[in-house]
């Protein structure tokens, strides 16, 4: 599989470690991250990132980058070091984004991979709707004076 870095201000690019491997625990192992410091420049931000990037003479030179906001500094500084087919990155990482990528199968290629983080990405994001019916609210004590707070 390509390799996969998350690339986010400091200390989100860890945490997220973190949440993959309670899920993922042997894909995460290979999980590479950047926390970005406030307080590094942009040049020693893309030169910390080729080290992190394949080369052309690594046996699997892709890569995905997902990074946490499109317009910030690790977004602008990825985006110069992205190729559109060898390195590639998606902006607006969230769980459901790194789930899905870390299910990938090992011999995905670097666009199925940028095809399966879009997908989750979007997927993800969801309304979160009352289970209770004709979403009435509860209201404990409120105007059932039987207080047995039925609803149909």
């Known amino acids: ?88 990155a998606v902006a607006g990482v969230n769980v459901a984004m790194l789930w899905r990528t870390l299910s990938s199968p090992d011999h995905a290629t670097v666009g199925e991979l940028f095809d399966r983080a879009m997908k989750g990405g979007v997927q993800g994001v969801l309304p979160v709707a009352s289970t209770r019916p004709q979403n009435q609210a509860f209201t404990p004590g409120g105007h059932d004076q039987n207080h047995h707070h039925h609803q149909q």
């Open 1 to 88: 599989m390509a390799r996969l870095l998350i690339i986010a201000h400091a200390p989100m690019a860890s945490t997220l470690k973190q949440v993959a491997a309670h899920t993922f625990a042997d894909a995460a192992a290979h999980l590479r991250v950047f926390d970005v410091p406030p307080d590094m420049s942009p040049e020693d931000i893309e030169a910390h990132l080729r080290t992190l990037l394949p080369t052309e003479e690594d046996s699997d030179p892709e890569a995905l980058m997902l990074i946490d906001v499109f317009g910030a500094t690790p977004a602008n500084v990825a985006q110069r070091l992205v190729d559109g087919t060898r390195i590639r």
